[in-house]
């Protein structure tokens, strides 16, 4: 089970911090992620994060303002995610595979929504 928190709506510029709480799967070598899903549109993959080495994939348009973490004592990741923008604005969902999965798979960003079997139920980010 995923279950997300930390959404809400905030200016042009502002910043808000999404979190993820695992439970109830323990395997090691995951991919985790988040995605975001715009009304009118499909949901897309967002940042990565591969647990073993915690090493990361963003999409372009978030690089370098968006932070995807994880605390492995919790079995959380969380998404930081700063100077956001209008186009931002999208309902978050955080994703894990079964795993175990290759580290150059998840860190490449090869995957998408179908190569992830648990799911939560989504955070509404809003940007105005």
């Known amino acids: 089970q995923l279950v997300e928190s930390g959404g809400g709506s905030v200016r042009t510029g502002g910043s808000l911090r999404l979190s993820c709480a695992a439970s109830g799967y323990t395997s090691r070598d995951n991919c985790l992620a988040w995605f975001r899903q715009a009304p009118g549109e499909e949901r897309k993959k967002v940042a990565g994060i591969y647990k073993p080495g915690s090493t990361t994939y963003y999409i372009d348009s978030v690089e370098g303002r968006f932070t995807i973490s994880q605390n492995k004592a919790e079995n959380t990741v969380t998404l930081q995610m700063n100077n956001l923008k209008p186009e931002d604005t999208a309902m978050y969902y955080c994703?894990?595979?079964?795993?175990?999965?290759?580290?150059?798979?998840?860190?490449?960003?090869?995957w998408g929504e179908g190569h992830f079997a648990y799911w939560g139920q989504g955070t509404q980010v809003t940007v105005s």
């Open positions: 994703a894990a595979d079964r795993g175990p999965t290759v580290g150059h798979y998840c860190r490449g960003g090869f």
